[in-house]
């Protein structure tokens, strides 16, 4: 259904203590002989979402779900767009129930200026432990020398018990002296009733202004955020005293009225109350999912606020169903560099138990810049990433986070977060990116259930609407791009962005890829609306489990699409519960691995490959911690293998990361039902009668006595594959997950993580 509001002001948590002054393209058959059929799985929600359905049925579809639907943002009224609620979540203190003054975590700002800053405004976003932060409280910041620090705090999500998952934190530094790092503690504070900020109207009569241009076969086309504002076509995003941003958005238009029909402008202005300072954050998309003829266009665009061009670009390739975006800032850019807690991050469940001994020399950062540079960084460029997302081999994106992401989050270093920030700026320059003119969000399956990218309209009939919900034909010859996405290969992008630093931007571009991942299969195959994962290779079912876990736990609970994400997880965990930690079914086997989408390729379909079975066990171990209750048992059969893999009698840990290993003697039969089948089945006689990691089995792999084979030394290797499944494992009641690490730890070859941490995950 249409959510429709107005933008009235909300109640926000804000500590105002000590403030002397206070001066934001389908298709496919219905049948793949290559899966089983299988029965529809009942379909809850993770315990932990507070938003989730009410009973285990798919969300309720939107009412403006047509192919054929228009754009209602044109007609849009004053503070009102379809879509998503964008206002801050309404709070109502009751009784406190955290002693005032408590520390949360900290967090350090450093200057990057050269002068001494006096009213600096900062704005990041913070995720939090559940029950740190009740919603009977909120928080102040607190200096060194005791000074106390207004903040607002605009709460997104919330955990299961209504504390504070995470929100976007605002504040104006006092002093800010350039080579004096400045550390403030978030603490607890008795909650207030909010107060208003800036608004548009006092932007406007300060003379700001904002336009995004752009000249397509000779004719210009323009965008105005003033107008829009002034107009009363906007929608909050942050709301209070310190800080407020407004969104709007608008078809490029030319001179003529008319509108180009795939090519839009969207604009967030975060303007900070008694100062001039104001960001502009411009985002031009080609990405209407159902508009007709989908191409890519070559343009010249120019971005200008205040009268000054802060953005130029001619010949613009601009793909199709992409994106691209720039930040400029009016009145001046604050010279603030955040650093948060990495290892308070790690305690809130939203990222892996990372290694915190890892020491990072400044090569690495110096490596990073060095590669994030020219056209990589431009609109269609890629960052850190690869053009071709499917390319083999090991490298810094293939992970539950990336290399580049981890590094930052460790270190904190400013020059690892320019990279992180601009190669998820970057993730939309992938041709993934499809956007529903209804409801003016990331096209979804509960809309849309018999959507696809595989091409054609064979099998996306939607019979309860007699509707063909194929995207429209994009032909090679306009819409060749050199990016080339990919499930299996596919990078977590925009997660840790949105976390630390709120922006709307990097919400939408997980939630994208999101949606990507559940519709880019055959309808049939996935079963339709419910978005299994199942056809697809095992690595490609780990990494979009990943990135449904994360978009899942941490979109807003005001977001419709939190839920569609919430049923997605649960349509899945459902089915590998029913289909492995069940015991019933073709798929079921006692090893451990997963034998579904393509598994059983190696060694002429008798094997699979272990490094990609851990891969998955990891995605399901990571979304168990982040509270998805329904992982938890699949881990629990997952767990078995890579902890048999380094304990199991009759084996030998030494070879426990080999890249494919026997599963079963001929194609039709069962699998094995010990590991130590497993063994001896994937080794020669002559290793099978050889002592562990004895010199003679040592020099049969080439490695030395007590080296992994598969690359130990390299942080990419397939024991660092490895690595994250033992550290999910180590702690799973019922297995020797603890003896299965030491034995791991102990070997005598160790990768250097500092080149790339992806991998670098230890136990809890």
């Excluded at 540079?373 to 810094?396: D, I, K, N, S």
Aim: charge should be positive; aromatic fraction near 10%; charged fraction near 15%.
């Amino acid at each position: 259904m249409r959510n429709t509001y107005t933008n009235q002001p909300s109640r926000m948590l804000i500590a105002l203590v000590s403030l002397a002054s206070l001066s934001a393209c389908g298709g496919g058959s219905d049948l793949d002989p290559t899966q089983p059929a299988q029965s529809a799985p009942a379909v809850t929600a993770a315990a932990v979402q507070t938003s989730a359905p009410a009973t285990d049925a798919a969300p309720v579809p939107s009412a403006d779900r047509a192919v054929t639907a228009s754009a209602s943002t044109e007609s849009a009224k004053q503070g009102s767009r379809s879509g998503m609620l964008l206002t801050p979540t309404t709070l109502t203190p009751t009784s406190p129930t955290t002693t005032t003054g408590t520390v949360v975590t900290d967090v350090r700002f450093e200057s990057t200026g050269s002068g001494t800053q006096t009213g600096a405004p900062v704005t990041f976003g913070q995720v939090f432990v559940q029950g740190a932060v009740p919603m009977t409280s909120t928080l102040s910041g607190k200096l060194a020398n005791g000074t106390m620090v207004p903040l607002q705090l605009d709460v997104k999500a919330k955990h299961a018990d209504g504390s504070v998952r995470h929100a976007v934190i605002s504040a104006v530094l006092p002093s800010l002296v350039a080579g004096t790092p400045q550390v403030m503690q978030l603490v607890t504070a008795s909650p207030y009733a909010a107060s208003t900020g800036a608004t548009p109207s006092a932007l406007l009569s300060s003379g700001f202004t904002a336009s995004a241009h752009l000249t397509l076969a000779g004719k210009a086309y323009s965008v105005s955020a003033d107008t829009l504002l002034k107009d009363g076509k906007f929608t909050n995003w942050l709301a209070g005293p310190i800080v407020n941003e407004w969104h709007v958005m608008s078809p490029l238009k030319a001179a003529d009225g008319s509108s180009h029909p795939h090519l839009t402008a969207r604009i967030a202005i975060r303007s900070y109350t008694g100062s001039k300072k104001t960001r502009v954050d411009f985002t031009i998309e080609n990405n209407w999912a159902h508009e007709p003829s989908p191409q890519n266009f070559l343009y010249n665009t120019q971005l200008v606020v205040g009268g000054q061009t802060v953005y130029t670009k001619t010949d613009l390739n601009h793909y199709h169903h992409a994106r691209w975006r720039k930040l400029a800032w009016w009145g001046g850019e604050p010279q603030v560099h955040v650093k948060h807690n990495g290892a308070y991050m790690m305690q809130t469940r939203a990222v892996p138990n990372y290694d915190q001994t890892i020491v990072y020399p400044d090569s690495v950062f110096t490596s990073y810049m060095t590669t994030y540079t020219g056209t990589r960084t431009e609109p269609m460029g890629v960052g850190l990433a690869l053009f071709g997302m499917g390319a083999a081999g090991g490298r810094q994106d293939i992970g539950i986070l990336p290399g580049w992401t981890v590094t930052y989050l460790m270190s904190q270093d400013k020059r690892a977060k320019h990279v992180t920030m601009g190669t998820a700026d970057l993730a939309g320059s992938w041709p993934i990116h499809y956007r529903n003119k209804a409801t003016d969000r990331p096209i979804s399956l509960v809309d849309y259930p018999y959507l696809t990218i595989l091409g054609g309209t064979a099998g996306t009939l939607n019979k309860a609407t007699g509707q063909l919900e194929a995207f429209p034909s994009c032909p090679k010859t306009l819409c060749t791009v050199k990016n080339t996405p990919d499930t299996s290969h596919q990078p977590s992008f925009a997660f840790v962005p949105y976390i630390v630093s709120g922006d709307y931007y990097y919400l939408e571009e997980l939630q994208f890829w999101a949606m990507y991942n559940t519709f880019v299969s055959n309808p049939s195959y996935r079963e339709h609306g419910k978005g299994l994962v199942k056809p697809d290779q095992v690595r490609g079912q780990a990494w979009t489990l990943r990135t449904l876990a994360q978009a899942a736990w941490i979109s807003p609970d005001t977001d419709p699409l939190k839920a569609h994400f919430e049923y997605f997880m649960g349509t899945n965990l459902d089915w590998f519960n029913e289909n492995y930690t069940n015991g019933v079914g073709v798929y079921a086997n006692s090893l451990g691995i997963i034998t579904n989408g393509y598994a059983v390729t190696y060694k002429s379909g008798l094997g699979i490959g272990p490094w990609m079975d851990d891969f998955f066990t990891s995605a399901i171990g990571y979304a168990s911690e982040m509270g998805f209750t329904k992982a938890t048992p699949l881990l629990a059969y997952k767990a078995k293998f890579p902890v048999d893999r380094m304990t199991a009698p009759g084996s030998c840990w030494l070879d426990g990361a080999a890249y494919s290993m026997k599963v079963r003697d001929t194609t039709t039969g069962p699998f094995y039902k010990t590991f130590a089948e497993v063994y001896k089945g994937t080794h020669t006689a002559e290793v099978n009668a050889m002592e562990c990691n004895s010199a003679a089995m040592a020099a049969a792999f080439g490695v030395k006595i007590g080296e992994m084979p598969g690359y130990s030394g390299v942080t990419t290797g397939y024991p660092s594959n490895m690595q994250p499944a033992l550290a999910y494992s180590a702690n799973v009641p019922g297995l020797d997950g603890k003896t299965a690490w030491s034995k791991f730890m102990a070997r005598t070859v160790k990768p250097n993580y500092s080149k790339g941490p992806q991998f670098a995950i230890v136990p809890r």
